[in-house]
């Protein structure tokens, strides 16, 4: 009997191929700028509906990307302010 595969790190429940063996981008601002393309290319109804779905996905697992690195710097500055999150003040 042939052994079930794990998911790919970023992998989508019902993702297509395509959107989840890209590679996500190395830096936080790097996946917001590509986020912020693939929004605008979504909301302008120029595409059709595979890659709305396709793009749909990436979207999804840029996002997830964006969350984990901000929580692990959330987690950072906890741990810089011995565990307690303080206010911002800019």
């Given at each position: 009997m042939p052994k079930a595969s794990s998911p790919a790190p970023h992998a989508i429940p019902g993702a297509t191929?395509?959107?989840?063996?890209?590679?996500?981008?190395?830096?936080?601002?790097?996946?917001?700028?590509?986020?912020?393309?693939?929004?605008?290319?979504?909301?302008?109804?120029?595409?059709?509906?595979?890659?709305?779905?396709?793009?749909?996905?990436?979207?999804?697992?840029?996002?997830q990307q964006c969350r984990e690195k901000l929580q692990a710097v959330e987690d950072q500055i906890k741990v810089l302010d011995d565990g307690v999150l303080k206010p911002w003040k800019p």
């Open positions: 191929p395509q959107a989840t063996t890209q590679a996500l981008p190395g830096t936080f601002e790097e996946a917001m700028a590509e986020l912020e393309q693939m929004v605008a290319r979504l909301e302008s109804g120029d595409l059709p509906l595979d890659q709305l779905l396709t793009h749909y996905q990436r979207g999804a697992a840029l996002l």
